[in-house]
Nanobody, 126 residues
Framework: VQLQASGGGLVQPGDSLRLSCVAS????????LGWFRQAPGKEREFVGS????????RYSDSVQGRFTVSRDSAKNTVYLQMHNLSPEDTAIYYC????????????????????WGQGTQVTVSS
């Protein structure tokens, strides 16, 4: 499974941005998908995830209420919609996929994901 993330860029505080991640797999429903981020000098951290069914999602406390993960099976794509961005959201954002997990389970640990995309840079600065 290959994951291709896109949509990053330079935005101002308070702006919104949507990241996309396309999965190269014929059975997209087999994948639970997540987003992680890594800021300079910091460890990679969980941002949000969505289950195979699309009915369950999880978020870190730092993004809860501002970020939304969604999936589009017709496009083999998972999205991360980000609102009210702040400089603390500056990081490289990675999408990840877990294959064949429980239907309604949204993974949140890095070790639960077998596949990772290349990352897309998000910079929030005035």
């Amino acid at each position: 499974v290959q994951l291709q993330a896109s949509g990053g860029g330079l935005v101002q505080p308070g702006d919104s941005l949507r990241l996309s991640c396309v999965a190269s797999i014929s059975t997209f429903s087999q994948l639970a998908l997540g987003w992680f981020r890594q800021a300079p000098g910091k460890e990679r951290e969980f941002v949000g995830s969505i289950s195979r069914s699309g009915s369950s999602s999880r978020y870190s406390d730092s993004v809860q209420g501002r970020f939304t993960v969604s999936r589009d099976s017709a496009k083999n794509t998972v999205y991360l919609q980000m609102h009210n961005l702040s400089p603390e959201d500056t990081a490289i954002y990675y999408c990840a996929a877990e294959y064949g997990g429980e239907w309604h389970y949204a993974p949140l640990q890095t070790y639960e994901y077998e596949y990772w995309g290349q990352g897309t840079q998000v910079t929030v600065s005035s």
